[in-house]
């Protein structure tokens, strides 16, 4: 199958163009939490749209409602994550793994009422990018711009922070607000991300893309512009190939992404001596 004939499919048109527009959030807030230390809230954050999906699907929700159900849900839940570790004396992975836990559960009790995982859930599990609808596609550009509206908004803010948060508080900047717009961005993204790669390996997304550039880049804006380019060749070349060769295609994405990975890591010292 030749390139043209490939991309003559309506489905893989708005697969291609809605997996990028999920890497490129992934990639760019991936660095920002790779560098605070947060990574594992995307995993946290994705097991509770696991409970709110298997939600959706007992009410027998479309896709287009469900997708708009989950995102207060997960928005509630990034702020209960903070608001855990301010107020309760709780470490922030502490918080993580009890919001994690409960959305796992609540996941599995419901699915367990339905009469076990069908097909809908597994999809949302591990992904299924080359279904995604034009309704969804029309939302995921939506809460693209509204994801990258907020970080051009709170660069600086979020750049500070990122490197020194207690300099940044004795400076006068809110810190509290810019970690809840960090979460909640993060919370969207991840509602987003669960139809490229699943909620299994959203974290994989989050992270991988950001970890690789940070490998090779030499400052904060060439990392996260390297980022975001890795994660849109990453997608565009994983949903290209499992496509070709029948893979699953969240798996495929990522696996490929830990390929590039391993290429950066080997080429940082010769980097560095250029």
Known sequence: MNLNEMLSYGFMQRALVGG?????????????LVLRRLSLIGDGLAHVTFGSVALALFFRLHSVYMTLSIIPVVLASALGILKLAQKARIYGDAAIGMVSAIGIA????????AGGFNVDLFSYLFGNILSISSSELAIAAVLFFIVIAGVFMFYNELFASTFDEELA????LNTDRINSVLVLLTALTVVLAMKVVGIMLISALLILPAVSALQIAKGFKTAIVSAAGIGVATVICGISVSFVMNLPTGATIVLINFAVFLCAFAARPLLRHS
Do not use: D, E
Not at 20 to 32: H, Q, T
Not at 169 to 172: A, E, F, L, M, Y
């Open 106 to 113: 609540t996941g599995v009790l419901l699915a367990s009422i």
């Open 169 to 172: 508080k004795s400076s006068g």
């Open 20 to 32: 990028s527009l999920i890497a490129i959030l992934c990639s760019v807030l991936g660095v920002f």
